[in-house]
């Protein structure tokens, strides 16, 4: 049975810093791509950021691109998100999910989702 589980998000101040993570469990994800995806309230869920796990090639928002950074370690089958200079607009539930398509911004061509982790940052 396919898991992600997030962790790391919690309460910061704005231009502050958190880590989040999603330990993957359940299959090999050497050929899959990893996303980061986020849902604000009252707002459509949205791509942060995605990795193509078995080159390591990574994918970013425009709205995160040079504040956060996508990485992972093979032997915790984890991935990360680093994101820093935190703002108030990047208050949102982040989601990790993983899908076997090379095409990493389409929400509905991922197949696993994990449930989520609060990030809230304070003005």
């Known amino acids: 049975q396919v898991q992600l589980v997030e962790s790391g998000g919690g309460l910061v101040q704005a231009g502050g810093s958190l880590r989040l993570a999603c330990a993957a469990s359940?299959?090999?994800?050497?050929?899959?791509?990893m996303g980061w995806f986020r849902q604000a309230p009252g707002k459509e869920r949205e791509f942060v950021a995605a990795m193509w796990w078995w080159n390591s090639n990574t994918f970013y928002a425009d709205s995160v691109k040079g504040r956060s950074t996508m990485s992972r370690d093979n032997a915790k089958n984890t991935v990360y998100l680093q994101m820093n200079s935190l703002k108030p607009e990047d208050t949102a539930v982040y989601y990790c999910?993983?899908?076997?398509?090379?095409?990493?911004?389409?929400?509905?061509?991922?197949?696993?989702w994990g449930q989520g982790t609060q990030v809230t940052v304070s003005s």
């Open positions: 999910a993983a899908t076997r398509s090379s095409t990493y911004d389409v929400i509905r061509w991922y197949d696993y």
């Open positions: 359940g299959r090999t994800f050497s050929d899959y791509t």
